[in-house]
């Protein structure tokens, strides 16, 4: 009940093409649904976030599209460039703690 | 800015020592957090604190105690280290109890730690 499971576990996409990371809970209590964003040698930081009575949250080209019925929620990375190859966690929570997923490693190639 | 600072960016202890890892945050946040980070595992919860004090089991606090004697400060402890204790330990903070608003955590840099 307190998994968010997510995948996929690692990404290639070209230059300029849309990456789409997708995540999965169970606990319907959650209400805030962050995704974040790992480089190299560096801590996790807050790149967008969704509540459950919004079904789509857009920030530059980063699209959370939430789906409350399936239990769903997804990042989208359009005109994806080198420079977003990093790690990407979503995460969930009801309370003040974070239940993260598992990862997926981004590599964009020019 | 909110920075959240680990003491360590590496370190190398043997099996058996006991451990301290260090974090400091800057913006008066109420919640701290520790984290083991492991490929395929994503980032599991050792232990939370809401308050000077107060702390909180997470998902994996087998063989780590913490202490939160200011505020700022959070620090986690490995009793008697475990070669199986080699990972990256990630700090953060948020700011407080009562809302979405208060949610979003702030790491650190992580610390990674082997122990041989």
């Known amino acids: 009940q307190q998994q968010v499971k997510q995948s996929p576990q690692s990404l290639i996409v070209q230059k300029g093409g849309i990456s789409i990371i997708n995540c999965a809970y169970e606990?319907?209590?959650?209400?805030?649904f962050p995704w974040y964003q790992q480089f190299p040698g560096k801590g996790p930081a807050l790149l967008i976030a969704i509540r459950p009575d919004v079904s789509e949250k857009k920030e530059g080209r980063f699209t959370i599209s939430f789906n409350k019925s399936a239990k769903q929620f997804s990042l989208h990375i359009m005109d994806s460039q080198p420079g977003d190859s990093a790690t990407y966690f979503c995460a969930a929570s009801g309370t003040d703690k974070l239940i993260f997923g598992t990862g997926t490693r981004l590599q964009v190639f020019p | 800015d909110v920075k959240v600072t680990q003491s360590s960016r590496y370190l190398v202890k043997r099996t058996g020592e006991k451990v301290f890892l260090e974090c400091v945050q800057d913006?008066?946040?109420?919640?701290m957090f520790w984290y083991r980070q492991d490929p395929g595992l994503g980032l599991r919860l050792i232990y939370f604190?809401?308050?000077?004090?107060?702390?909180e089991k997470g998902d994996i606090p087998e063989g780590y105690s913490v202490s939160r004697e200011k505020k700022e400060r959070f620090s986690l402890i490995l009793e008697s280290a475990s070669t199986n204790q080699t990972s990256m330990y990630l700090c953060?903070?948020?700011?407080?109890?009562?809302?979405?608003?208060?949610?979003?955590?702030?790491f650190g840099d992580g610390t990674r730690l082997s122990i041989l």
């Open positions: 606990n319907t209590a959650f209400d805030y």
């Open positions: 913006m008066d946040h109420e919640n």
């Open positions: 953060a903070s948020s700011l407080g109890t009562g809302g979405i608003k208060k949610r979003p955590q702030h």
């Open positions: 604190s809401y308050d000077v004090k107060m702390k």
